[in-house]
């Protein structure tokens, strides 16, 4: 149980504090911005199903009756830090899925060499 408890500490520091640093940094002004997003983005994609399994591992193995979730004050902190996290990885979600489009959309600039005439081989 205690190394359930590690993993899932570990995971939920690694991803929340990621996404914290992130967001309230100077991390995204920075030259390097592209790198540790998708630095961030690779562990995240570990780190959130392994707190989740390891949550809902500590849950089944706390919890003796599933009233008790909704029944005692630690079920009721652990439903609102569900909502919470899932509150979270959909504005994830959302905010990702739009950059990405507005990544797609955005138009190529065109080249400053003029383009040759037809039937120009350029040799001169």
Known sequence: AIGMDAL?????????????????G???????ATHVVARF?????WAIPIAVVTGLWQTWHLVPRLSDITDTDWGK???????FVVGVVTLVLLVG???????RTV???RPSVAPRAAGSTGAA
């Not at 899932?8 to 309230?24: D, M, P, Q």
């Not at 983005?41 to 994609?45: E, H, N």
């Open 8 to 24: 899932h500490l570990s995971s939920v520091v690694l991803w929340f504090g990621g996404l914290f640093v992130l967001t309230t």
């Open 26 to 32: 100077s991390v995204l002004a920075s030259p390097h």
């Open 41 to 45: 983005s690779r562990m995240a994609t």
């Open 77 to 83: 902190g652990l439903l609102i830090k569900g909502c």
């Open 97 to 103: 899925s739009s950059a990405a489009v507005a990544r």
């Open 107 to 109: 138009v190529a600039p």
